[in-house]
T-cell receptor, first 112, second 111 residues
Framework: SQELEQSPQSLIVQEGKNLTINCTSS?????LYWYKQKYGEGLIFLMM?????EEKSHEKITAKLDEKKQQSSLHITASQPSHAGIYLC????????????FGKGTKLTVNP | NAGVTQTPKFQVLKTGQSMTLQCAQD?????MYWYRQDPGMGLRLIYY???????DKGEVPNGYNVSRLNKREFSLRLESAAPSQTSVYFC??????????FGPGTRLTVL
């Protein structure tokens, strides 16, 4: 079965610093989703990547999918306390299934 | 536009009790999902429904039943709760083949 590995598991940065979170699969990713979760709340959709080499940005967050479609990265530029939370990647299984498998998440703390 | 709503937000049960978690979406989505989230385990799919009247097992369906009451509503039932079912439960919905949108979650404790 497809598994998604996220790294690091947790990250503490000083406000203003850049950071990167990675999501890696042993199999080809068919639709890669990034979500953010604040403690005690639901998941908020950030971005979806589908094509190898694809890159999307929203405000200070950029997500990329590598050419082989087995690794995605989420990069935050000039982090702010509002970026703190848990970031999860999810991917569709092969065969067009609607089901998503998720990584275990990366907990981000941004210190002012 | 409320999106995906879940009730209740919090619940405490004793072992053996039953309860139903409710989920509704107002986005006219065909597909709906139930996940559980546990520390160190991430999100795991319990059941999903691709359309009204159909349901399918996910990764961890044992101990749960679901009902897709209509296009808007998808409920999750615990017939005889066990401490291992202590978790945070999330409902999600999506249009076919597109992004899943999540509800705020139900935090369930089984004593």
């Amino acid at each position: 079965s497809q598994e998604l590995e996220q790294s690091p598991q947790s990250l503490i940065v000083q406000e203003g610093k850049n950071l990167t979170i990675n999501c890696t699969s042993s199999k080809t990713l068919y639709g890669l989703y990034w979500y953010k979760q604040k403690y005690g709340e639901g998941l908020i959709f950030l971005m979806m990547l589908q094509k190898g080499g694809e890159e999307k940005s929203h405000e200070k967050i950029t997500a990329k999918l590598d050419e082989k479609k087995q690794q995605s990265s989420l990069h935050i530029t000039a982090s702010q306390p509002s970026h703190a939370g848990i970031y999860l990647c999810g991917a569709k299984k092969r065969g067009g299934s609607e089901k998503l498998v998720f990584g275990k998440g990366t907990k981000l703390t941004v210190n002012p | 536009n409320a999106g995906v709503t879940q009730t209740p937000k919090f619940q405490v049960l004793k072992t053996g009790q039953s309860m139903t978690l409710q989920c509704a979406q107002d986005m006219n989505h065909n597909s709906m999902y139930w996940y559980r989230q546990d520390p160190g385990m991430g999100l795991r799919l319990i059941y999903y429904s691709a359309s009204e009247g159909t349901t399918d097992k996910g990764e961890v369906p044992n101990g749960y039943n679901v009902s897709r009451l209509n296009k808007r509503e998808f409920s999750l039932r615990l017939e005889s709760a066990a401490p291992s079912q202590t978790s945070v439960y999330f409902c999600a919905s999506s249009a076919t083949g597109t992004t899943q949108y999540f509800g705020p979650g139900t935090r369930l404790t089984v004593l």
